[in-house]
């Protein structure tokens, strides 16, 4: 939309604070964000300086980065990283597509400013495998068809993973519990859910 | 006795589920969508829009660009400054006027996405507004100057089967309903992107999309026919639903004008917030009926009036319309028949395709119509439909010949009985107390192919072509979009071919290799895609020598036993229909007006499933989608601005909302389609919301004549019919009465 609504000084990174690590429930205005990237640029922390070294862990390997302040987790991993398997599907943190783990715990990583990973552990999607191997949460979703389209099966696998660490035998009501965060158009939810299930009795009896 | 669930058929062998051949690159995270796509040297666009629903452009002033970024609009467009779509009217850019909030005015291009879309942010457009059309009511009064043509009409037809007069005239009794339904959303998951790449002498064009063909001609207008050679490739693509049949011709359009003008390539990825409010949308529906019955209050005759919002462009509105008006009798027959259909134009966003193309909001009117004259006859509707639906050797409503069998009324009673639709129909009218259930049940068809002349006009042609190492490639413009068409065509080529699936291949479509086998819509993949490959593969094998390239190609013409008027819409509408049976049990909250679906059943006749899992999805999804339009997923346009801008806002089925779901299929081979196959896709939601809407109409004992039916929605007829006059009160039990008027 063209600016007509410019004059908030509110800087991303104070609105992305303000709300929190992987919280649903802001409401500001999605132009009031547009215009805070902007802000955001004509202030200190522009393109060409302020950048911030960060260290963290991705998927097992240290990773020493100078980023923008207001660069999300997910930019960092999808722009910087090269990791795109973590989907930006509503960059506003309603969605789960961009879910991935930070220390064993799901969150939204469009919803998180990079620099609040900082010493900590991140693992995405491209984590999961060994090698050329799929991991058996990833099995189980190919074995059970748990995805249609796609876009959204990095983020519920994540999700799944979460759920799996924190209840290896989960019962359904869990695992829906434990995956209401994620959506999928394609609403391949049943077998979704069959796939989650799936998983924890395959990765139970290894 | 239970409904046979995901029936495997005997020796249909083709049914049994495979492995996906996208799943574990989906899985992994390693499947390349367009976003996920970048290449050196690559830009990125920004979209400014308007934000005025209809205004002139009196100047527009950009800040300082920096080295590197430029700006592109209409008049950097060195073809034609039109989508080449069914109609002329649809600008890539806006040049003067602009028709809609949301509408692209120029790109900013640039190095940097950020800072694009920073300096797209500070350009200022102003406008002097004109009187704008922000609804039918508005369009209907016509006060304000007509948007498009004269009439402010983008299509308007009308066909009569029977003599109608003389069925007035005879008729007994008459009934008039009116019905409504709301824009619904695709929120596809991957928003609309594509990236257009220069190359020496051609023009590559990447993207989400559904037809590349349509993309193909799009951009061709745009960059000047014949001047440069167009190639485009569909990118992995994340769910379309419809969405990505139009929208991605205008995108590809853009992309393409702004790689030419920097000779680098473009890459235009919609966020969220631009998708939901600058796409298309499913139209919005105003539907009435004037039904006469007979003595034995049989159905004879039917006036139907279908008026469709198209906002501001024509787009597919002209199809969408006859799709609905070919469903306004529903799967009954209908004598005497008269249907008026209009699509007019708003300054509102273009409506477009969406799975069930005019015959879900169709579907919607025609079903609680027959539900409310059987209630104000005192029948079981159950019984009423049946008596009425369609059968072999039947009449459609353009006077098209019913060839297959229906097996409707088999479907219908096992499923009742799956369900135990009569004892609940019954018990549940007399509810009592806060928490009231209800149970409803639809019938539908859809019709299988494009609407009308569409398949002779389009001339699908697919090619096989064998390898010297007797791999065999299907090359087909037909695209994978989660719906399994990577799936299901080779088991279609592999079971005709006698060889192992792993022997075929089927890439995602490159327009320098696949011919024009038509866009992936209509539910016409399966059907006229796979036909023309089964028949392909039969020629194949006949001729085929092991270690020698062959080439095979093939070109769609109906079977000789179709005909089809255009011009006075009459004869078989459709090659083949496919047909559903769908029951929903609701709980509603009387005080809070939430409704809880305990339980869809669901029975489907695709002819004969080419995979029981695939068809599975498509079942739930289709149900799940059809749920959401029914109950969650309300768009306002309020002055022409859509209010549901962010997806917390506008809310689709979630985990929690999935209810249990029993659906399958019955067996019911269709003799032009592969292995028996109808079509699949887009029948699975035509028929929920109304068995929906009967439910909570039951439920709530006051008449649902709109959808979505939200809690508000309901909560004010509950209050309205407290508040009613006593002479006008109505008792629950017989409360689809007050829709209805009788006229003996
Ligand atoms: S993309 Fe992060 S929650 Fe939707
Ligand atoms: S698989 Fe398409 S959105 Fe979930």
Not at chain 2, 354 to 381: K, S, T, W
Not at chain 2, 664 to 689: D, R
Request: aromatic share 6%; charged share 25%.
């Amino acid at each position: 939309m063209s600016n007509e609504e410019n004059g908030n000084n509110i800087s991303r990174r104070k609105f992305i604070k303000g709300v929190g690590v992987g919280i649903a429930g802001s409401c500001v205005l999605p132009s009031l964000e547009q215009s805070a990237i902007a802000q955001a640029k004509e202030g200190g922390d522009a393109v060409h300086g302020g950048k911030e070294l960060l260290s963290l862990t991705v998927n097992g390997k240290p990773v020493r980065v100078l980023v923008e302040p207001r660069m999300t987790l997910a930019e960092l991993l999808r722009e910087k990283l090269q990791l795109t398997g973590t989907k930006i599907v509503c960059n506003q943190g309603a969605c789960g597509g961009c879910t991935v783990l930070l220390d064993g715990h799901a969150v939204y990583s469009c919803h998180m400013l990079a620099l609040d990973a900082a010493e900590r552990e991140v693992t995405t999607i491209e984590g999961l495998m060994t090698g050329e191997e799929l991991h058996p949460i990833q099995q189980a979703f190919v074995d059970k068809d748990g995805y249609q389209c796609g876009f959204c099966t990095p983020g519920q696998v994540m999700a799944a993973q979460a759920l799996l660490l924190r209840h290896p035998r989960p019962t359904r009501e869990q695992v829906l519990e434990g995956m209401s965060g994620n959506i999928c158009r394609c609403a391949a939810y049943p077998k979704i859910l069959e796939s989650a299930l799936a998983a924890a009795e395959k990765i139970r009896k290894s | 006795m239970k409904p046979p669930e995901h029936t495997a058929t005997p020796g249909n062998d083709i049914a049994d589920p495979v492995a996906r051949p996208d799943a574990a690159a989906k899985c992994a995270g390693t499947a390349r969508y367009l976003a996920d796509l970048a290449v050196p040297g690559m830009l990125h666009a920004r979209t400014v829009r308007s934000t005025r629903p209809r205004a002139r452009i009196t100047s527009r002033r950009l800040p300082p660009l920096p080295a590197g970024f430029f700006v592109v609009e209409a008049r950097d467009i060195p073809g034609r400054n039109r989508i080449r779509m069914l109609d002329d009217d649809w600008p890539f850019f806006a040049e003067d006027i602009v028709n809609h909030i949301g509408e692209p005015i120029l790109l900013v291009v640039g190095p940097e996405a950020e800072a694009t879309a920073m300096i797209a942010s500070r350009v200022i457009i102003e406008y002097e507004d004109l009187p704008p059309i922000l609804s039918l009511d508005d369009a209907l009064a016509g006060l304000a100057p007509p948007l498009y043509g004269e009439d402010n009409c983008f299509a308007e037809y009308s066909f009569h089967k029977g003599d109608l007069p003389q069925a007035r005239r005879a008729a007994r009794q008459m009934v008039k309903d009116g019905f409504s339904t709301g824009f619904q959303e695709h929120l596809y998951l991957e928003p609309q992107g594509v990236l257009a790449v220069p190359e020496a002498g051609r023009l590559t064009v990447y993207g989400s999309m559904q037809c590349p063909y349509y993309v193909k001609k799009a951009v061709e207008q745009a960059v000047g026919e014949g001047r440069h050679h167009v190639r485009i490739v569909q990118t992995v693509t994340g769910g379309a639903f419809g969405g990505k049949e139009d929208y991605p011709s205008l995108l590809a359009g853009q992309a393409a004008v702004a790689a030419l003008k920097s000779g680098r390539p473009v890459r235009l990825v919609l966020d969220r917030t631009e998708d939901i409010a600058a796409t298309t949308k499913r139209h919005p529906s105003r539907i009435d009926f004037t039904t006469f019955l007979d003595e034995n209050d049989d159905l004879l005759g039917m006036d139907v009036d279908i008026l469709l919002d198209g906002g501001a462009y024509s787009g597919l509105s002209s199809v969408v319309l006859q799709r609905a008006m070919f469903a306004a009798s529903g799967v009954y027959r209908v004598p005497h028949l008269h249907v008026h259909g209009r699509v007019l134009a708003t300054n509102q966003v273009p409506a477009g395709a969406f799975r069930g193309f005019g015959a879900p909001q169709a579907f919607f009117a025609i079903e609680m119509h027959l539900e409310n004259i059987a209630l104000r006859l005192g029948l079981d509707p159950l019984e009423y439909k049946l008596r009425h639906a369609l059968r072999r050797g039947d009449r459609t409503c353009t006077d098209g010949l019913v060839r297959g069998a229906v097996r409707l009324p088999e479907m219908a009673t096992r499923l009742c009985e799956a369900a135990g639709y009569p004892a609940k129909q019954a018990a549940y009218t007399a509810g009592q107390g806060r928490y009231r259930r209800g149970i409803g049940l639809s019938l539908c068809y859809h019709g299988c192919g494009f609407t009308g002349q569409g398949e002779e006009l389009i001339q699908g042609t697919i090619a096989l072509h064998k390898r010297a190492d007797d791999a065999v490639e299907i090359r087909v413009a037909a695209t994978e979009m989660g719906q399994g068409a990577q799936t299901v065509l080779p088991k279609i080529v592999a079971h005709s071919l006698g060889i192992p699936l792993d022997q075929i291949h089927y890439e995602n479509p490159d327009t320098d290799i696949v011919p024009d086998s038509g866009p992936t819509v209509a539910s016409r993949t399966t059907m006229i895609v796979g036909g023309l490959l089964r028949e392909a593969a039969l020629d194949l094998k006949r001729h085929w020598q092991s270690g020698r390239v062959m080439d095979i190609r093939r070109t769609y013409h109906h079977p000789p036993h179709i005909h089809w008027d255009q011009e006075h819409f009459r004869g078989d509408a459709y090659p083949e229909y496919a047909w559903g049976v769908n029951v929903v049990e609701v709980e509603v909250d009387l005080l809070t007006g939430l409704v809880r679906v305990i339980k869809i059943w669901a029975q489907f006749d695709v002819g004969a499933p080419m995979d029981e899992r695939t068809l599975r999805g498509q079942m739930e999804g289709g149900i799940a989608q059809g749920l959401g339009y029914a109950l969650w997923e309300k768009l306002e346009v309020d002055d022409g601005r859509v209010q549901q801008q962010r997806i917390r806002d506008y809310t689709i089925p979630t985990f929690m909302d999935m209810p249990p779901v029993e659906s399958g299929s019955v067996y019911n081979p269709y003799e032009f389609g592969p292995f028996g196959a109808k079509g699949a896709g887009e029948l699975t939601l035509v028929g929920v919301a109304p068995a929906v809407a009967a439910a909570v109409q039951q439920a709530i004992g006051c008449p649902v004549d709109m959808i979505p039916v939200t809690p508000e929605m309901i909560l004010r007829r509950i209050r309205n019919r407290k508040h009613a006059k006593p002479d006008s009160e109505i008792p629950p039990e017989s409360s689809p009465r007050s829709r209805s008027r009788a006229d003996t």
